[in-house]
């Protein structure tokens, strides 16, 4: 979710799970692009055999669509990494709101954080702002650093002229395509020999 330094002020519905039809109101850059209903809609259905009681990390949050999105459907902790301060006050009042106990923010630059993280992940989402890199370097740094468990799934968002760079091992599991945004969910380093934790998507 990319932003800027001009304020924008709006808000979004939480679609699904216990906090369903719960407002996010968000402040953040004239660019900040939450992702839109129809495709959380659409990455939440692909999730769906895996997100409860999953640990999952939002890497740009943004307005915190994907990782309130994800608590609300019963992962066990999300933590969401925003570097501007803006959004990360947003992301705390929404965090105070809904009493989301499981969601853990940290105001960070998203690389330093990854280089620094010792945790392991279930899902990871990853929507930086579009064409500046920050796409490959993330998964790059994601796989390095060891932050992805075996079969963990990496929701990728980006503009459709970007074609991520993939680590070896990962799989492709779903494309699609919105407009001008693309969107990939990929399955680390999967077992040939035993797919019967696919999620479906076999």
Known sequence: MSSSQTVQRGRLRIIGGEWKKHLIRFNGGAGL???????????????????FNSECLDLFAGSGALG??????????????????TCCLQLKETKTLLDAQQVITHCAEALDWVTSCTRQFDIVFVDPPFR??????????????????????????????EVPSIPEGWTLLRQKQAGQVSYRLYLNNPDASDTRDLGGFT
């Open 68 to 85: 309130f999105e994800a608590a609300s459907r019963g992962a066990r902790t999300v933590t969401l990494v925003e570097m501007h301060k």
């Open 33 to 51: 692009r939450p992702t839109p209903d129809s495709v959380r809609e659409t990455l939440f259905n692909w999730l769906s055999p895996t997100i």
């Open 132 to 161: 500046t890199g920050l796409v490959d370097r993330s998964l790059r740094r994601l796989n390095h650093h060891g932050l992805l468990k075996p079969q963990a799934r990496i929701y990728v968002e980006c503009a459709v002229d």
